[in-house]
């Protein structure tokens, strides 16, 4: 199983189109969904903790439940609006496809992270090709998860979404920022 993951994760950044179609088509079970997400998420509370400035983090579970909630809160949203714009997708799937191009994402900001220690001019490249690859990416896999008929609407999905994630993320890191100070 770990080994057909590696083998799409590598068909997904060379041919995103073909790793979306892959993607939606393989079988998935329903309790794999919830046990993928509190990993993704405890992955990225640790990544945060390791990449953000000392005063940025509260700490590392706090990180991974904002995390959590972000990756989710993306995912409905990437749904109720591509079903806005046309689309088809489900919640499970939409958060299959956030759950699967995140675990790229964490393999690459791990590269990133070493690639910027050893070679930091660099890095700075790579991460923002990255970044560009990476919405080129999720565009083909929103196309793909809600059978859209062109990139456009899946861009415009994209661009709603990301703007409410934004104030989203900064409601939620607000409401755990000001529990964790209330503790000191």
Same mark, same amino acid.
């Given at each position: 199983?770990?080994?057909?993951?590696?083998?799409?994760?590598?068909?997904?950044?060379?041919?995103?189109?073909?790793?979306?179609?892959?993607?939606?088509?393989?079988?998935?079970?329903?309790?794999?969904?919830?046990?993928?997400?509190?990993?993704?998420?405890?992955?990225?509370?640790?990544?945060?903790?390791?990449?953000?400035?000392?005063?940025?983090?509260?700490?590392?579970?706090?990180?991974?439940?904002?995390?959590?909630?972000?990756?989710?809160?993306?995912?409905?949203?990437?749904?109720?609006?591509?079903?806005?714009?046309?689309?088809?997708?489900?919640?499970?799937?939409?958060?299959?496809?956030?759950?699967? $191009?995140? %675990?790229?994402?964490?393999?690459?900001? @791990? =590269?990133?992270? +070493? &690639?910027?220690? !050893? /070679?930091?001019?660099? *890095?700075?490249?790579?991460?923002?090709?990255?970044?560009?690859?990476?919405?080129?990416?999720?565009?083909?896999?929103?196309?793909?998860?809600?059978?859209?008929?062109?990139?456009?609407?899946?861009?415009?999905? $994209?661009? %709603?979404?990301?703007?409410?994630?934004? @104030? =989203?993320?900064? +409601? &939620?890191?607000? !409401? /755990?920022?000001?529990? *964790?100070?209330?503790?000191?």
């Amino acid at each position: 199983m770990m080994k057909d993951w590696l083998e799409l994760m590598r068909i997904s950044v060379i041919d995103p189109r073909r790793g979306a179609a892959e993607l939606m088509a393989s079988p998935w079970p329903e309790a794999a969904t919830p046990v993928l997400l509190a990993l993704v998420a405890v992955l990225n509370g640790i990544l945060y903790t390791l990449i953000l400035p000392p005063g940025m983090v509260f700490s590392p579970i706090a990180m991974a439940v904002v995390a959590g909630g972000i990756i989710w809160l993306s995912a409905w949203l990437l749904t109720k609006v591509g079903q806005y714009m046309g689309g088809g997708g489900t919640l499970p799937a939409l958060l299959r496809m956030v759950l699967f $191009l995140q %675990v790229i994402r964490i393999f690459a900001q @791990v =590269a990133l992270l +070493v &690639l910027s220690v !050893l /070679v930091p001019p660099i *890095a700075a490249i790579v991460s923002l090709a990255a970044g560009i690859w990476g919405i080129f990416m999720m565009v083909y896999f929103l196309t793909e998860a809600h059978g859209f008929d062109n990139r456009l609407k899946a861009l415009g999905t $994209l661009g %709603v979404v990301f703007v409410a994630t934004i @104030v =989203a993320a900064s +409601v &939620l890191l607000s !409401l /755990v920022g000001g529990a *964790a100070l209330t503790e000191i």
